[in-house]
């Protein structure tokens, strides 16, 4: 089995998953963006083929964190997410390794899943989210570039600059949250459990569905 270089990118928690805002009390709002990197990191370091995850990240908090989860903290260069997604995987990864990039909102994320997204990686490959707009995940193997264009439309943006796009029954790598009707989706789909251990906490949800 190839072994993957996993690289996450994370805001700091006050500036993170502004389109959420409202989904729960503002004071928690931190703790809510915090759980999602939490169980997104703990579901790709539990992927046999992930043999390390990298977070960019100038969070000291979510340094911390996922440190203890078992990750790689580098410092966000700065210039934005297409910017510290290029750092993690062909700086600091380095371009011998095979290299896949993720969202960090992805709480309903199965590790079955993303080995079987990253077992279907022939060259430079993506991921669409769940409205097939957005981008979950950017693949490339050794030598590639990742050549990152998240952003708005990043799905046909990857599809046009040549990538191929990974399709499968994927559900929890494909929904990544930023609305609060995306946070019911995953409790449906099975949300990790510090996620839920939150909203559960609010009173926004008396239990969550067992992953599947």
Same mark, same amino acid.
């Given at each position: 089995m190839r072994k993957w270089t996993a690289v996450i990118p994370v805001k700091r928690l006050g500036l993170a998953k502004t389109r959420l805002r409202g989904a729960v009390p503002a004071d928690r709002h931190p703790e809510l963006a915090l759980a999602?990197?939490?169980?997104?990191?703990?579901?790709?370091?539990?992927?046999?083929a992930v043999a390390e995850l990298i977070v960019v990240t100038d969070d000291p908090v979510v340094a911390s964190a996922v440190r203890t989860l078992g990750a790689r903290v580098t410092p966000d260069p700065g210039g934005g997410l297409n910017a510290a997604l290029r750092s993690g995987a062909d700086d600091v990864a380095g371009l011998g390794a095979?290299?896949?990039?993720?969202?960090?909102?992805?709480?309903?994320?199965?590790?079955?899943?993303?080995?079987? =997204?990253? *077992?279907?990686? @022939?060259?430079?490959?993506? #991921? /669409?989210? =769940?409205? *097939?707009?957005? @981008?979950?995940?950017?693949? #490339? /193997?050794?030598g590639d570039r990742?050549?990152?264009?998240?952003?708005?439309?990043?799905?046909?943006?990857?599809?046009?600059?040549?990538?191929?796009?990974?399709?499968?029954?994927w559900p929890g790598l494909r929904q990544d949250v930023d609305t609060a009707a995306d946070l019911d989706t995953v409790l449906a789909l099975g949300a990790g459990r510090r996620t839920c251990a939150l909203l559960r906490d609010l009173g926004l949800t008396t239990q969550c569905a067992p992953a599947a």
């Open positions: 999602m990197v939490r169980d997104t990191a703990a579901a790709v370091l539990a992927a046999p095979y290299r896949a990039v993720l969202a960090g909102d992805l709480p309903a994320l199965r590790p079955d899943h993303l080995d079987e =997204a990253l *077992g279907r990686v @022939t060259g430079r490959s993506f #991921v /669409p989210d =769940a409205d *097939g707009t957005g @981008t979950v995940l950017l693949a #490339v /193997p050794p990742l050549r990152p264009l998240f952003g708005p439309g990043s799905a046909q943006a990857h599809a046009t600059s040549g990538a191929a796009p990974l399709t499968g029954d």
